[in-house]
């Protein structure tokens, strides 16, 4: 099936630095990639949106300043997490939606997350 | 906007119980309806969809029906195992949209 890698999946960093997070889908083309943010005991909150090419469109709360996001190809999207702070320490998980006939054009298919602790 | 309300947990059953997970959805048009699993410290994994009225979607003894009718689509499996312990979410894809929108998520406890 459809699978969506995350990396790293477990990243601890001091106060004030940035940290990247990878999100791959192995087996099929993102045309679209989301990331989102869960807090313990808590759904996702949707942080934003990304196609292919174009910039992301974040959800209504969310710094696109802080949270810089990259789709440069059709299996890669990046999150950076800029001059990182304790109150960003989350899981943060991606998914990716395919073309259709793989991967599906309504199906979101989940990386295993990332934790970030910031110190 | 579309919204989904998911029976509040934790639900604690014992192995082989009969389980129930209420799920209502509030969405204009027939959107998609999901239900995703999250093992402790992962990412979700899709459980099963359905994508228009009446659809049955089911995967590893799970089930759930899409009711128009009544808005609904309940998970359900007729005999839990401890392995089944994560936390279960309702999800829609409303129709023509990107984005998912979440339950809150159902923590679920399968006691040996």
């Known amino acids: 099936g459809a699978v969506v890698s995350q990396h790293p999946s477990r990243v601890i960093c001091k106060s004030g630095t940035s940290v990247k997070i990878e999100c791959r889908s192995l087996d099929f083309q993102a045309t679209t990639m989301f990331w989102y943010r869960q807090f313990p005991k808590q759904s996702l909150m949707l942080m934003a949106t990304s196609n292919e090419g174009s910039k992301a469109t974040y959800e209504q709360g969310v710094e696109k300043d802080k949270f810089l996001i990259n789709h440069a190809s059709l299996t890669l999207s990046t999150l950076t997490v800029t001059s990182a702070h304790p109150e960003d320490s989350s899981f943060y998980i991606c998914s990716a939606r395919g073309l259709a006939g793989r991967g599906g054009t309504d199906t979101q298919y989940f990386g295993p997350g990332t934790r970030l602790t910031v110190l | 906007g579309d919204s989904v309300t998911q029976m509040e947990g934790p639900v604690t059953l014992s192995e082989e119980a009969f389980l129930t997970i209420n799920c209502t959805y509030t969405a204009t048009g027939y959107p998609s309806l999901f239900w995703y699993v999250q093992y402790p410290g992962e990412g979700l994994q899709l459980l099963l969809k359905a994508t228009k009225a009446d659809d049955k979607g089911s995967n590893k003894g799970f089930e759930a029906t899409y009711r128009k009718e009544t808005t609904s689509f309940h998970l359900e499996k007729g005999s839990v195992q401890v392995s089944d312990s994560a936390v279960y979410f309702c999800?829609?894809?409303?129709?023509?949209?990107?984005?998912?929108?979440f339950g809150q998520g159902t923590r679920l406890t399968i006691n040996p």
């Open positions: 999800a829609l894809s409303g129709q023509g949209a990107q984005k998912l929108v």
